[in-house]
């Protein structure tokens, strides 16, 4: 999240021979789509055009869910992952005014992380240190993928 993944998407889906759906897919983080399989995947992906080529998605929430590398890595063992790395102090700041634009938020930023750094936030969106911990998210597909795939 606020790292250019729209920026990212935009210039993948000009390229010929790469098809992106239009939104966020969500189906590795969320188990109603999930478990109902690659069937349900490809319909989320939404790229039957009659076009073939190579088929992307950008989910950002991917990288901070625990459980989403291994599902990946079960379904997608051949895929090719992209991460975008924006300054992570950057980051946090865009992510917590992106939140007090969108209502979600109304602590100013220091409460914010004071009350993350004490553990009294849980929701992802609004976890702005975390969410900003490149290590933590990225270990976790080195222990599921070869470094060819990232």
Request: net charge positive; hydrophobic share 35%; charged share 25%.
């Amino acid at each position: 999240m606020k790292a250019a993944t729209s920026s990212l998407h935009t210039w993948l889906s000009s390229q010929n021979g790469i098809l992106m759906p239009d939104k966020e897919v969500h189906f590795f983080d969320r188990d109603v789509s999930y478990y109902q399989g690659i069937l349900e995947y490809k319909r989320l992906l939404d790229c039957s055009n009659g076009e073939k080529g190579l088929v992307g998605e950008d989910t950002p929430a991917y990288s901070i869910d625990s459980r989403v590398a291994g599902r990946i890595a079960r379904m997608c063992p051949k895929v090719k992952l992209i991460w975008i790395l924006r300054d992570p102090i950057s980051r946090s700041y865009s992510n917590y005014y992106h939140a007090v634009r969108a209502g979600l938020e109304s602590r100013t930023f220091l409460k914010a992380v004071s009350d993350e750094v004490n553990g009294a936030t849980s929701k992802n969106c609004l976890r702005y240190i975390y969410r900003s911990n490149y290590l933590l998210q990225i270990e976790k597909y080195f222990e599921c993928f070869s470094r060819d795939a990232l």
